[in-house]
Nanobody, 125 residues
Framework: VQLQASGGGLVQAGGSLRVSCAASGRGSSIYHMGWFRQAPGKEREFVAGVSKNGGTTYYEDSVKGRFSISRDNAKNTVYLQMNSLKPEDTAVYYC???????????????????WGQGTLVTVSS
C-alpha cells in the first residue's frame, strides 16, 4: 500500500488544521493506521492510532482532547484533526499503516510496515 499525506501548513497558535492520509493499492480497511510526528532535532513520536474499523482510537498524552483521528474506509483515507494547536506541535507528520492481526502496539513505530512521506505542520506563536 502507498500512503500520501497532505494538508500540512502554517497556522497560528490556537488554530486548527486537518491533515489527511490517502492510501492506494490494497484497500486501507485491512490496516491499522497511525500518525507520528518528528520535530527538528527530535526523535519521531507517536501521535494517534486507529483500529481497522475506526472503532478504537489511541492518543499520545500531550494531544488528548485536542487531536482527533478518524478514518473513512470507503475513501481509503485517514484524518487527523488538530485543534488548539501549540508551537510545540510543529513537526513533520507521518501516517503509517500496519497489517498486523495480533498484538498491535499502535504507539510503536516498528508496528507499521508502510509509511507516507510526511506533511509539515508549522504552528506560529
Amino acid at each position: 500500500v502507498q500512503l500520501q499525506a497532505s494538508g500540512g501548513g502554517l497556522v497560528q497558535a490556537g488554530g486548527s488544521l486537518r491533515v489527511s492520509c490517502a492510501a492506494s493499492g490494497r484497500g486501507s480497511s485491512i490496516y491499522h493506521m497511525g500518525w507520528f510526528r518528528q520535530a527538528p532535532g527530535k526523535e519521531r513520536e507517536f501521535v494517534a492510532g486507529v483500529s481497522k474499523n475506526g472503532g478504537t482510537t489511541y492518543y499520545e498524552d500531550s494531544v488528548k482532547g485536542r487531536f482527533s483521528i478518524s478514518r473513512d474506509n470507503a475513501k481509503n483515507t485517514v484524518y487527523l484533526q488538530m485543534n488548539s494547536l501549540k508551537p510545540e506541535d510543529t513537526a513533520v507528520y507521518y501516517c503509517a499503516a500496519s497489517g498486523r492481526i495480533y498484538y498491535v502496539q499502535y504507539s510503536v513505530g516498528q508496528t507499521y510496515e508502510y509509511w507516507g512521506q510526511g506533511t509539515l505542520v508549522t504552528v506560529s506563536s
